[in-house]
């Protein structure tokens, strides 16, 4: 069977599941969604409420006509409905045995079935109500954990980024019409020279527009994380600064060197921003393939964090940063392990962190840029968790109201784009194929939103989804 044929096959169905949390709860949303909606309501309560009206209704069995429960219906004809389709959902007492007997009463009805992860919300793209970006919105407002990420999920599903990207492709076609028109016109030297020039700047702009949108990891950082790597050598105290900061006990603490052997990782709320705080290994020559390992995995860490918090001991008797200290160094790394630490060090930020403060004596002076701390005791910890908020806070919020690339798959499509686009440039290529290469843009494009067939993707987007959704 053709993948068209399978989803007209799907489509003809109409589909049940539960839109709520599973589990026992006070209400549970069953939704319903397909051509045959109308007959399961009327099977179950009888006559069609009123459209978009919550009604209180009894819902009995259709096969022998015994109560069910009490709950409200809500009817949705299509196409004024979430998925373009007939649409209804009934809010019932949420105990299994309710939700259980209200679904299997719904699948007496023929031509109905239980619903795939995410099939509502692609029945709603396959009709035309959203596209590919407000679907991935819509996803990452589902699994939001912090207020930023809600802010910036909720705006992406009402079409922030749909109306950016659309705005970008309208260009685009705006630049290859011209293109095609000297084409047209090929003879005629003055129409070609001048269309050319027309379509070249609207290109131009185009690259510049989408330089400045990809190289904003702002989104990306939002949604994913800010993410913050505990470093340093073996026992400065990273383990126990990772459970003073995650306020439980997360990793292993001991005296003996090379504890930590692999990546710990711990999800904060600072301020509605996420953080993804990562305990790593002691960084030292490795005594052994484990602890290698470990190290290995620490400084991948550290090359592809957002910040480094580089911890120290204070009783150990060189902490003290070089006169030249940038932010941190291989200053107490063996010579095996400093090299690839401070090739790291030169591209990402750094804090300085000097820990076991309640050992040394109180006057000893803490050189500017160093954040003291006793992991033991929590002092400094409130200047270190500000010092977090505010770095995680910059890195990820946005001085204007322009919506931010948030997902890999975005991120290929664009450079694809602004690749072609680059060529297209050259003064060398011929008419026909500049042609071309506006053609290949456009379809990295409309991929974004879901214009061009992305069939390879859509089964991993929707997939995200739970069951109801």
Known sequence: ???????????????????????????????????????????????????????????????????????????????????????????????????????????????????EPGEFARRAFENGKIDLTEVEGLADLVNAETEAQRRQALAQSEGSLRTLYEGWRAELLKAQALMEAGLDFADEDDVVADVAVKSEAIVAGLLQSISHHLADRRGERLRDGFRVVIAGPPNAGKSSLLNALARRDVAIVSEEAGTTRDVIEVHLDLAGIPVLLIDTAGLREAQGQVEAEGVRRALARAEQADLVLFLVDATAPQWTPPPDFRGFGGFLLSDAVSPQFDAV?????????????????????????????????????????????????????????????????????????????????????????????????????????????????????????????
């Open 1 to 115: 069977m053709s993948p068209d044929i399978a989803a007209s096959k799907c489509l003809a169905d109409t589909i049940v599941a539960l839109a709520s949390g599973a589990g026992r709860a006070a209400v549970a949303v069953i939704r319903v969604s397909g051509p045959r909606t109308r007959d399961v309501l009327e099977a179950l309560c009888g006559a069609l409420p009123e459209p978009r009206h919550a009604t209180l209704r009894k819902l009995r069995d259709p096969r022998g006509g015994v109560l069910i429960d009490r709950g409200l219906v809500l009817w949705f004809p299509a196409p004024a409905s979430f998925t373009g389709e007939d649409m209804a959902e009934l809010h019932v007492h949420g105990s299994r045995a309710v939700i259980r007997e209200v679904i299997d009463a719904t699948l007496t009805v023929e031509g109905t079935r239980l619903a």
């Open 345 to 469: 060090s030169t591209q990402i930020t750094a804090i300085l962190v000097l820990n076991k403060r309640d050992l040394v004596p109180p006057e000893m002076p803490v050189p500017d840029g160093v954040i003291a701390i006793s992991a033991k005791t929590g002092e400094g910890l409130d200047v270190l968790l500000k010092s977090l908020e505010n770095l995680a806070i910059s890195a990820t919020s946005s001085g204007s109201c322009a919506p931010l690339l948030t997902r890999t798959r975005h991120r290929v499509e664009l450079e694809s784009a602004h690749y072609t686009l680059s060529r297209l440039m050259d003064k060398s290529l011929i008419p026909e194929l500049k042609a071309e290469e506006l053609r290949v843009a456009a379809r990295h494009l409309g991929r974004l939103t879901g214009h061009i067939d992305v069939e390879d993707v859509l089964g991993a987007i929707f997939a995200e989804f739970c069951i109801g959704k």
